[in-house]
């Protein structure tokens, strides 16, 4: 009798729950279609200012875009690199014209009291040095120094890549510094007198290649019953340098190519040419180490035959009257 009592009881309450519950429910329930419809306009009305603003913010950000990345005018990006390249040029500058490169060959002193020679450099300039001797054969170089090493770069050329030591007859000099002075020394292969020379930056001429000729026989001299002795005329070596001395009158020549030229000098005659001399005999001749290039000093005469390849060259000179 108790338990139906009860079971009655927990059934009378359950049921009460149930129907609070559904009570609940209906209150907070709203239908989608009708909310829909009664919000439709508020909605779009949102979305419309909602697009609005983020329009304007999205094209003010943009107009600033070009002011953040760009912060300068086009006028002014290009007095900025003029500007730029001005200060590089500056930066560069050695001289308002640029140096006057020269070649040069010349007989080595090596007697007591003798001043060395001087060769002309300039920083960003390579000049090569190149030993010969009295046969126009290259003079290997045994060994240099120098002062002011740090000053001055040097490379050497070799004749064997598998022996490096083993150097060739040149030298490649660049200086580093505008204008500082060194010497430097010179041994050559079976000679023991050294050689110097005086290196002076900061030239407007500058030496680009100097022909060094060692008044002694080589290692790989060539004798020739035909070669001038070890002194040379200064005479032939100006003509040879193509710096005819005062007083030299230049001939015209016929018959041969701009390389040949002809002048007067103290009565006789100075023949610089590719050519070779067959008739009138020559009183002296000098070799280029080219060994092309030569100078034969000849009595006066209007006709020179020679010989270039095995080919028969006849050579008319003109003297003006009175020479």
Known sequence: ???????KFLC???AGCVMINAQLLAQSYTDPFSAAGGTEGQGVDNVSSSG?????ISEEAFSEIPDDMFPVSLEQVKEIRRLYNETMRASTFQYDTPPRPTTSNFVLDLSPGSVPPVIRLLSGYVSSLQFFDSTNQPWPIKAYDMGNASSFNIQTMNDSADDPANMSNSLLIQAVTMYREANMVIMLEGLNTPIFLQLIPGQQTVDYRVEIIVPRNGPNAKYDSTMLPEEVSPVLRDFLHYMPPLGAVKLSVEGASDATNAWLFNNMMYLRTDLDVVSPGWVSRVTH???ETKVYELNKTPL??????GRQVKLTLEMKEGV
């Open 304 to 309: 020179v035959l020679a010989t270039k390849n």
């Open 289 to 291: 180490t080219d060994g």
């Open 52 to 56: 609005q603003s983020v329009g304007s």
């Open 1 to 7: 009798m108790k338990l139906s009592v009860t079971l």
């Open 12 to 14: 009378w309450i359950m």
